[in-house]
């Protein structure tokens, strides 16, 4: 899987996928833990705010089995 490290800002948080070089901007620790987990699990996100910060993290054209 993606090893994925959260890091605290000023304005919130940021979420660094390790291997691919990308990141995600989220205002709260709890939005990047339960992105991550949802990202483990390969669920389908309904939230839309959640669902562009997945993409952002595993764009669609790299995604890896």
Known sequence: MYKMQIV??????VVIN???DTHAH???YRGCISLINLIKKN???RDKYLRNAKYRLIPPSRKVG
């Open 8 to 13: 605290k800002k000023s304005y919130g948080y």
């Open 43 to 45: 669920v389908i996100i």
């Open 18 to 20: 390790k291997d691919l």
């Open 26 to 28: 989220l205002p709260n």
